[in-house]
């Protein structure tokens, strides 16, 4: 019987080789992998829009400071469902159009409905009842929670197929796939950069003259058309990239090749396949990936604080600013929101660069091991820094004539914007050592390209589920600031960093799916 489950599993494997080398094409020429590249600067345009504008609108929408990182729970949960799902789907999808590009369409359309969502909540839910001024709007609110749910799918939608229609245009080539994600990475330092720009422009619904209405404020009227520029770009590059690209059908006959005499594994006998690949995805990991999982998630318990409470942090510990104070304490909370998104742009553009030198640098540096965990320490300083910057910014308070409180110093401003900038260096390397790592520890599961992804994944969204969780409360503990969820940031940070130099092991010297073998010695 267990020579029996032995030969069930080699064929299953070998079936899976044979399904996935019948779908990989040629290699593609440049131009079109910089196409479907691009694409990744339409959604990470809307990304940077949510991490530096969304905490700041809930809070204008009624949703108090303790409750706001309960709404970033759907990004979490979608990333943990509908990623892998996806991933796995596609890595088997049948359709004429292609095996990604069905998935990509999908998620590009849900976007530009979630955004109009958003974008509309205060005039839907002016509309529909909710009152005009500072207080709770639950029509608008619920309709807020709706797109912001249907965002985050659609978002998830989009990265991993698009991912994986880059590794199949490829063609299998380690070259040419480190030159599609070097271009992947660059595409989303750009759309950050475009992200972070909309965000601090405070005169951009000026463009939009029917974006400010009574229930839609100035601040309100820049979201609403940050979220316009991002669906025009959105569906304009994912148009370009998808009438120009095609893919090459997956076949129903590979599937039909196996002996149908052979016992199932009791994966196949799931009633939904997907649940049955991804747990056993989960059961066959070798003890290399559970260490990757645990540094990945340290790495993003001190990640994500930062990225939900940037500009809140900046509005309220740096510039002495808060949404439900007077009108000179709300145009204070609001300056510090568009510093910090100023902030977030001067670090997509030390992140771009980065990313171009990340293989030198690793090279250089000892290998991944020693760079991934350095820079871990470099986040947990810059993290711990933020009560520095934010005890120069609260001695250097200054008031008017009249009594209402200026913005912070020149040096507390060129304080804040140094750690933006600066974070951009482990930035980088987050958005491309753990992914190569995974590569090539899950190469010996048998998992496709999405599924493999959609495992990394569980180690990026259960850290965002805790620190949404439990974010809010701990602040609130300390007085409803942003700075203790930063200081729990960097110790997780530093453990990161201790994991990944102590336990971590160093990729095998042949490396594959793409990575070079240099960097990883």
């Known amino acids: 019987m267990e020579n029996g489950a032995m030969k069930t599993k080699q064929t299953n494997k070998s079936s899976l080789q044979v399904h996935q080398a019948a779908a990989a094409p040629p290699q593609t020429r440049l131009w079109k992998i910089i196409m479907v590249a691009a694409i990744a600067a339409g959604v990470q345009f809307g990304w940077a829009i949510q991490l530096s504008l969304l905490t700041p609108y809930v809070q204008l929408l009624g949703i108090k400071h303790q409750y706001a990182p309960l709404i970033w729970l759907c990004g979490p949960i979608s990333g943990m469902i509908v990623q892998p799902m996806v991933g796995y789907y596609s890595d088997n999808c049948t359709s004429r159009f292609g095996r990604r590009r069905p998935f990509i369409a999908a998620g590009a359309s849900l976007v530009t409905i979630a955004v109009f969502l958003i974008g509309f909540a205060a005039d839907i839910g002016h509309a529909s ?74 005169s951009l619904h000026k463009v939009f003259p029917f974006s400010n209405t009574k229930a839609c404020d100035v601040y309100c009227a820049n979201l609403k058309s940050c979220f316009f520029i991002s669906a025009a770009l959105l569906l304009s590059v994912t148009t370009l990239a998808l009438s120009t690209v095609s893919e090459q059908e997956l076949s129903k006959e590979v599937d039909e090749a196996d002996d149908p005499d ?40 001190a990640w994500f604080p930062f990225f939900l409470f940037d500009t809140d942090w900046m509005g309220k510990e740096v510039y002495g600013g808060n949404p439900e104070g007077s009108a000179n304490d709300n145009r204070l909370y609001e300056q510090g929101v568009q510093a910090g998104s100023l902030g977030l742009m001067l670090n997509s553009v ?82 491309s050592i753990p992914f190569a790592l995974a590569s090539i520890f899950s190469s010996s599961t048998g998992s496709g390209q999405g599924l493999s992804l959609g495992v990394l994944n569980l180690g990026i969204v259960v850290p965002q589920m805790f620190v949404s969780l439990v974010g809010g409360p701990w602040d609130q503990l300390f007085g409803g600031g942003n700075l203790p969820a930063f200081i729990v940031g960097a110790i997780s940070a530093a453990l990161s960093g201790i994991f990944a130099i102590t336990l971590l092991p160093s990729p095998p010297p042949d490396a594959k799916a793409g990575v070079p073998v240099a960097a990883f010695h």
């Not at 059961?283 to 540094?295: A, E, F, G, K, T």
């Open 129 to 202: 009842g909710d009152p005009v001024g500072k207080v709770i709007k639950p029509r608008a609110i619920a309709v807020f929670v709706v797109g912001f749910w249907i965002l985050d799918v659609a978002n998830n939608m989009l990265q991993g197929p698009c991912r994986a229609l880059l590794a199949d245009l490829s063609g299998g080539r380690a070259k040419r796939m480190r030159t599609a994600n070097s271009f992947f990475s660059f595409f989303m330092a750009i759309g950050n950069i475009l992200g972070y720009a909309a965000g601090s422009w405070s």
């Open 350 to 431: 030390v992140l771009g660069v980065m990313s171009l030198g990340v293989e030198l640098i690793a090279r250089r540096f000892g290998g991944v091991k020693k760079l991934w965990a350095g820079v871990n320490f470099i986040l947990a300083a810059c993290l711990a820094l933020t009560i520095m910057v934010s005890k120069m910014a609260d001695k250097s308070r200054r008031f008017a004539p009249n009594g209402d409180l200026m913005p912070p110093s020149a040096g507390a401003r060129a304080g804040a914007l140094t750690l933006f900038s600066v974070l951009g260096i482990p930035l980088a390397v987050t958005y």
């Open 262 to 301: 052979d016992e199932k594994l009791p994966t196949e006998k799931s009633k939904l396949p997907f649940f049955g690949e991804i747990f056993g995805a989960l059961r066959d990991l070798p003890r290399s990936m559970w260490i990757l999982l645990l540094v990945t998630c340290l790495n993003w318990i």
